[in-house]
């Protein structure tokens, strides 16, 4: 669906996956007018099919739109988008626990702007292909180096909305640790440098005790839909849950540690190494709580427990 700029989306139509035209002076190809947002769909036993919270989605397109001057489709419009894009697509969402259906919805500055300003016109469209687990090591521990020197966000910029151009800054950073053998990186706040912000794609969580804490939203990490459902969850299970500045001193000395993020769900972590150092959590199997949480987080999402939170949206 379109939009100019200062109206209201109209309801779109589907059509069939292929490339799009833009002007060389689209907005998001100049100035990087972007957000995109994620979330799967699932399949049950029962055949039928279900998103996860897919007004959280919505809600934090809108807040992102609102920072980067661009128009957003409403809840409702968000929504169904997202449904009949999947329902469309349903033969590609794999059996029961072989993996997701990943959607994309992507909101583009789609009109013609040559002096810097906002694009006169806007694109938002949906699209979706079959995944299974983000990082190869599925639920297994991944290893994270601690990135001291590059930062993905500032006070005051745009790290705490989902915008593209934070994924291109931290490109660099995650394909150099990579080839060194790590799976991400975990950056730190930008000003002190000691503060724990979150992963490449996901939030991070310590363990230490029966304690769980998390760093705080504060405008340059993303508020994760997969940490404020997990945020519920351990607190409904008994654990006490803070969200406050972490150092990065508490991280290695924490008992266990844990990304969360649609694609990586409760990925636990095994090791990280920081300033050369490294050091290992759990003895580098699966930590108790990261395991009791990633359970009751996808028996949830895949319609195995019931869903005492009203989260789970079944499409058929
Ligand atoms: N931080 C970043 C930078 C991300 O890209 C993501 C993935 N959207 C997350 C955190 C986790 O957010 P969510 O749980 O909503 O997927």
Not at 127 to 143: C, H, R, W
Not at 187 to 206: G, M, R, T
Not at 224 to 229: A, L, W
Request: with cysteine.
């Amino acid at each position: 669906m379109k939009c100019a700029q200062g109206e209201n989306f109209t309801n779109g139509q589907l059509q069939c996956f292929g490339n799009i035209e833009l002007s060389p002076s689209a907005g998001i190809l100049n100035y990087g007018q972007g957000l995109f947002e994620g979330l799967k769909a699932y399949r049950k036993h029962d055949g039928k099919i279900l998103l996860f919270r897919p007004e959280e989605n919505a809600l934090r397109l809108r807040m992102g739109a609102e920072r980067m001057c661009m128009p957003a489709p409403s809840v409702e419009q968000f929504v169904e988008a997202v449904k009949q894009t999947v329902l469309a697509n349903k033969n590609w969402i794999p059996p029961p626990g072989k993996g997701s259906l990943y959607i994309r919805p992507l909101l583009l500055g789609s009109g013609a702007v040559l002096g810097l300003a906002p694009a006169p016109e806007y694109t938002f469209l949906v699209y979706v292909s079959p995944v299974g687990n983000y990082f190869k090591e599925g639920l297994a521990p991944i290893n994270l180096i601690v990135e001291t020197d590059v930062h993905r966000a500032t006070p005051g910029g745009t790290g705490g909305v989902k915008t593209i151009g934070n994924y291109a800054a931290v490109l660099k950073a995650q394909k150099a640790a990579k080839s060194n053998g790590y799976s991400d990186v975990l950056y730190l706040d930008s000003i002190h440098k000691k503060y724990l912000e979150e992963v490449s794609s996901c939030n991070i969580f310590i363990i230490k005790g029966n304690v769980i804490s998390t760093p705080e939203i504060a405008g340059t990490i993303l508020p994760g839909i997969t940490r404020k459902s997990i945020i519920d969850v351990a607190c409904n299970q008994g654990f006490q849950v803070e969200e406050r500045l972490v150092t990065v001193d508490e991280l290695l000395d924490a008992d266990e540690v844990f990304c969360t993020g649609t694609a990586v769900v409760v990925s636990p972590v095994g090791s990280v190494t920081y300033l050369g150092k490294r050091v290992t959590f759990g003895k580098e199997g699966v930590g108790r709580v990261s395991r009791q949480l990633h359970s009751a987080l996808t028996s949830l999402q895949m319609g195995l427990t019931e869903d005492k939170m009203g989260w789970v949206v079944e499409l058929e």
